[in-house]
């Protein structure tokens, strides 16, 4: 009986010295959650001044672009977390292991875009009255497709993507464009009102805008690297000739 009840004291306090040392182990994971979390809220902030200040300087949507890239580059470094601390406290033997934090890198869908073409759904309900290549009515030709919508008319995301932009642009008026990895962006032109955020990850069909006012139109465009092609190419063939689905 001496020997059990001195094995039980013994096991009582292995059991302490665990229980102390996961305390100890949650105290310092949420102590770095914490700090990582503040420093992402001001990266998030530094990130939106710095879109805000490229679209007041950009002159083209491809000038938009080329400065949307160098801000992921720059940006996207600073977002990498601290190196874990040499004082942490190691798991004990029977728990898991602390999981690492990933590093923070540009974004990548589940399916590369590239595979998607013929396939995606059009971001909107409505008439195509403007196609690639044809005359645009205010000059120039368009680099998209022209859909006319009805006032109120939700916007969804054609392919899962990260929100690069999403705000007012002089020149075209409201504008999203969705990171959709491989050097490819969906530019979503004329949109009323946002229901995204700029940093946030949308899936493919997720509502992003809302149309205003009657007459609205929408314009799609599909850029590689800046480069503008022919969306027709990439909508299914599913997706009427009126846009609709």
């Known amino acids: 009986m001496r020997e059990a009840l001195e094995k039980e004291r013994a096991d009582f306090e292995r059991t302490n010295e665990d229980v102390a040392q996961r305390r100890a182990l949650l105290a310092d994971l949420l102590k770095e959650k914490q700090q990582e979390r503040r420093t992402a809220e001001r990266l998030a902030k530094a990130a939106q001044s710095e879109t805000a200040a490229l679209a007041a300087r950009a002159d083209t949507l491809r000038g938009v672009l080329n400065r949307l890239e160098k801000l992921s580059r720059v940006v996207a470094p600073r977002r990498k977390p601290p190196p874990p601390s040499p004082n942490r406290i190691a798991a004990p033997r029977d728990g898991p292991p602390a999981a690492a934090t990933p590093r923070r890198e540009a974004f990548r869908p589940a399916t590369a875009f590239a595979s998607a073409r013929g396939a995606l759904r059009s971001p909107i309900a409505g008439n195509v009255i403007g196609r690639f290549g044809a005359p645009r009515p205010e000059g120039g030709k368009f680099e998209g497709l022209r ?6 008319a939700i916007v969804t995301a054609p392919f899962e993507g990260n929100v690069s932009f999403a705000r007012q642009w002089g020149r ?5 464009v969705l990171d959709v990895g491989g050097g490819y962006h969906i530019l979503l032109i004329g949109v009323g009102a946002f229901l995204v955020e700029e940093g946030q ?21 599909i850029r590689k690297n800046g480069d503008p092609v022919n969306p027709s190419l990439w909508l299914s063939e599913n997706a009427g000739p009126d846009g609709s689905s």
């Open 147 to 152: 859909f006319a919508a009805g006032s109120g």
């Open 172 to 176: 075209v008026g409201n504008l999203i």
């Open 201 to 221: 990850t949308v899936k493919a069909g997720e509502p992003v805008a809302a149309m205003n006012g009657a007459g609205a139109e929408l314009d799609l465009e």
